[in-house]
């Protein structure tokens, strides 16, 4: 990959994560590089394989990183702990997960970028799902209590956007870690 890709890649994403899907524009993504856009087109044929290929790039990162911090524990308190660390992060450097902003924005997305969102989920619920596997007395099943966690994690920090205070990742926090004594 090109150096001038990976920057505009990494723009993106930084844009993304700061505002919304709008923020990545071929536009703002050549003003941010110090490049026309036309030169960014050169190194994105569209702007719908541009948002695909970020997800799925963001996909990778997020769980390998994920995982390392995770890899010396099976312990599910301290994986859902490891998780909610990583929303925790975003909020105090002001980010959002991708997939919030990608879901934000629906009408913008074509059928791959809606299909890259939901990829992204179903491994996050997946990956909620594993983390909970030697939990036990958990009040519904865990397929869709994994469901309830990634949506109370997204969620709140959706809503923490509006604050400096992380209240609602913190509400969060204490109702994932009170769920039962794994």
């Known amino acids: ?12 994403i930084d844009q993304i994560q700061q505002a919304n899907l709008a923020a990545a524009s071929f536009r703002e993504l ?9 030169s ?14 970020l997800l799925q790039d963001y996909d990778l990162k997020f769980f390998a990183e994920l995982d390392a911090a995770t890899a010396s524990t099976h312990r599910p308190r301290l994986r859902l702990g490891a998780l909610m660390d990583v929303f925790e992060h975003y909020h105090t ?27 992204f989920l179903e491994h996050m619920e997946r ?5 909970l596997a030697k939990a036990s007395l958990l ?8 469901r309830v966690i990634v949506s109370a994690l997204e ?21 994932i870690t009170s769920l039962s004594s794994y």
């Open 139 to 146: 009040p519904i099943p865990k397929d869709q209590l994994a």
């Open 93 to 119: 450097h002001r980010r959002q997960c991708m997939s919030l902003a990608y879901a934000a924005s629906p009408h913008e997305l074509s059928d791959a970028n809606l299909h890259a969102v939901q990829t």
């Open 40 to 53: 960014v087109h050169y190194h994105f044929q569209s702007r719908e394989r541009l948002l695909t290929e």
């Open 1 to 12: 990959m090109s150096e001038t890709r990976a920057q505009l890649k990494h723009i993106a």
């Open 155 to 175: 969620g709140a920090l959706l809503f923490d956007r509006l604050t400096d205070e992380p209240k609602h990742l913190n509400a969060a926090r204490s109702w």
């Open 30 to 38: 050549g003003k941010a590089a110090g490049i026309k856009s036309s």
């Open 127 to 131: 990956w909620v799902e594993d983390a």
